[in-house]
């Protein structure tokens, strides 16, 4: 759906954060990046002003426009905007910014901050602001910007190996050799094994800070305290029978080194059996029971997209 708004503009976007300049300032005053919303200022001509266009939005930030001019500059302009949109949020902003406008009073001579209004948030990958003079039921493109939005992400999905001290048994009955009857050996590595995990990178858990569910713009440095993230693992050889949780660290963009603790289900002998017994039952497997063990686990993952995108550009 590609919706169509005049005068404003507000999209949810990143996740940088700067401070006011003054105490309780009026919006027209504020120019630029203030937290999560990114005040742009033009001329009548539609040109911008101060820092000029934004150029790192996401779906988590807010656009709101403002033309300074005289009265009788601004009363037949209008901004149109185009693009997709995320969530319910859009028709609520849109409908009070119309009445923000209407509101609007500039005395006849003096250069005054006009807002525009604000709408949003818009989805990735861009949006269109185009900034009509409309007269006589006539409009006349002054200048149009494509913006891009970035998309961010509550967490991450990827592919891990990771190895612990978990002993996967694998039970078997063989001749040794040299010998006349099958013993009960243990066909596993007794070093433990590199295990394939589906793991997930949760990014929107801080709940004690107001920008939570903001969620992490993959394309930007997160910081060295953004880079510590949780992380829940899931075995690939065992679905439903292993698992892992902890905390990842980020070494590199997309790659992630986790460290935690490793669950998975392993068999054990029964039937009063050891390894080593004779098993001399021809036909019959030897009998094992599951149990849960638990251990420390460190492994290497790369997300999904990061991986796609490496290897769409080799392609190339």
């Not at 200048?143 to 978990?166: C, E, H, N």
């Not at 070494?251 to 017994?277: N, P």
Request: charged residues 20%; proline residues 6%; hydrophobic residues 40%.
């Amino acid at each position: 759906m590609w919706p169509r708004t005049t005068i404003a503009i507000l999209f949810c976007l990143s996740t940088s954060t700067i401070g006011l300049a003054a105490p309780n300032p009026k919006p027209g005053d504020l120019h630029g990046r203030f937290g999560h919303i990114y005040y742009l200022h033009m001329d009548p001509s539609g040109l911008p002003l101060g820092p000029g266009l934004p150029v790192d939005l996401t779906n988590n930030d807010v656009i709101r426009i403002f033309i300074d001019g005289r009265a009788d500059e601004i009363k037949s302009l209008k901004v149109q905007v185009t693009g997709t949109f995320e969530g319910d949020n859009f028709a609520v902003q849109g409908a009070s910014a119309l009445d923000a406008v209407k509101l609007q009073d500039v005395s006849g001579t003096t250069v005054e901050p006009v807002d525009m209004g604000s709408y949003g948030p818009f989805a990735a990958p861009s949006v269109t602001i185009e900034v009509f003079n409309v007269k006589d039921d006539k409009a006349t493109l002054l200048r149009s910007y494509k913006l891009k939005i970035t998309q961010t992400y509550l967490a991450s999905f990827g592919i891990g190996f990771a190895k612990s001290s978990i002993r996967f048994h694998d039970f078997e009955a063989r001749v040794p050799s040299g010998g006349t009857q099958p013993v009960i050996v243990d066909a596993s590595d007794d070093g433990g094994e590199i295990r394939p995990f589906v793991m997930v990178t949760f990014y929107s858990w801080r709940f004690w800070r107001k920008d939570a569910w903001l969620g992490r713009d993959p394309s930007k440095d997160p910081g060295f305290g953004g880079r510590i993230n949780p992380f829940a693992g899931f075995g690939i050889k065992k679905p439903g029978e292993e698992y892992a949780a902890g905390a990842s660290f980020t070494l590199a963009r997309g790659l992630e080194l986790s460290l935690g603790w490793h669950f998975a289900r392993v068999d054990e002998l029964t039937s009063g059996y050891g390894e080593g017994d004779v098993f001399d039952r021809p036909g019959e497997d030897v009998p094992t029971r599951a149990r849960w063990e638990d251990a420390f686990l460190v492994g290497l993952s790369m997300d999904i997209r990061v991986a796609t995108q490496v290897l769409t550009s080799l392609g190339k």
